[in-house]
């Protein structure tokens, strides 16, 4: 599969952006999918995860109640809504993929075999 992630940009503090990652290729709702971050000069980190059937999600506690995960399966598309965002999420953003048997959610990036090129979220004013 491959991953295409867009809708990056400069927003303010308390504002709102939605990050999507189009799939291309077969069997998307056989994928777990999830989103990562890396700031400049840290390492990646796991921000939200939602499971091939969309039954289960999981957030990074640093986004809980302000980022949500979903996804249609049907456009082959996962999306990542972020609300309320903070200058500390200011960070390139990746969508990842992995080819699950099982309806969890992975939160480690060694977990996931596909990964987009990544989309530059600012948060600044």
């Known amino acids: 599969v491959q991953l295409q992630a867009c809708g990056g940009g400069l927003v303010q503090p308390g504002g709102s952006l939605r990050l999507s990652c189009a799939a291309s290729?077969?069997?998307?709702?056989?994928?777990?999918m999830s989103w990562f971050r890396q700031a400049p000069g840290k390492e990646r980190e796991f921000v939200a995860g939602?499971?091939?059937?969309?039954?289960?999600?999981l957030d990074a506690d640093s986004v809980k109640g302000r980022f949500t995960i979903s996804r249609d399966n049907a456009e082959k598309t996962a999306f990542l809504q972020m609300n309320s965002l903070r200058p500390e999420d200011t960070a390139v953003y990746y969508c990842?993929?992995?080819?699950?048997?099982?309806?969890?959610?992975?939160?480690?990036?060694?977990?996931?075999?596909?990964w987009g090129q990544g989309t530059l979220v600012t948060v600044s004013s």
């Open positions: 990842a993929a992995v080819l699950s048997p099982y309806t969890g959610v992975y939160r480690t990036a060694n977990d996931y075999d596909y």
């Open positions: 939602i499971s091939r059937s969309a039954g289960s999600t």
């Open positions: 290729g077969r069997f998307f709702s056989s994928y777990a």
